[in-house]
């Protein structure tokens, strides 16, 4: 493995480590206004480099169905819309209500819903009751996305 290419996985691991898995009871209350969620779901901005270090990281499958500005990043998925300028395609509380449920655009979507807990068919072990994401996981993905502009 090439050394940058062991820090950026390095790198990531460390974001990753920050971050806590949220419990179904800790799921924080939103408000979905027209084609968004206009409230933080922590209350407080996300981190940009944070959510890019999860936007990449396999663990969240982002990468499997999207492409995007990720030079260093081999076998991006062609699934999905390429995130390249999704700041500029998606305000910032339409990205967070695409990440806590997809499905509300789209019920035949693949895109997880990552901030739901009920509805789902065939749940893992690992995430019954627990969301994919936590909120504060969506945060900073929002904020990394938000920043993706032409």
Not at 46 to 62: E, K
Not at 137 to 142: G, K, P
Request: proline share 5%; with cysteine; charged share 20%.
């Amino acid at each position: 493995m090439a050394k940058s290419s062991f820090h950026g996985v390095a790198l990531i691991a460390a974001s990753l480590a920050f971050v806590s898995v949220a419990r179904a009871d800790e799921l924080a209350s939103y408000k979905v206004a027209g084609d968004g969620i206009v409230e933080s779901l922590t209350g407080t901005p996300g981190d940009a480099v944070r959510g890019r270090a999860l936007v990449l990281a396999r663990t969240t499958t982002c990468i499997l169905c999207h492409s995007g500005p990720f030079p260093e990043t081999r076998f991006q998925g062609d699934l999905a819309p390429d995130l390249t300028g999704a700041g500029n395609r998606w305000s910032v509380s339409q990205l967070r209500l695409r990440l806590v449920d997809a499905a509300r655009f789209n019920p035949e979507t693949i895109m997880p819903s990552y901030y739901r807990i009920d509805g789902f068919v065939r749940v893992g072990r690992n995430f019954t009751g627990k969301p994919i994401l936590s909120a504060a996981e969506i945060e900073d993905i929002v904020a990394f996305l938000a920043t993706l502009r032409d």
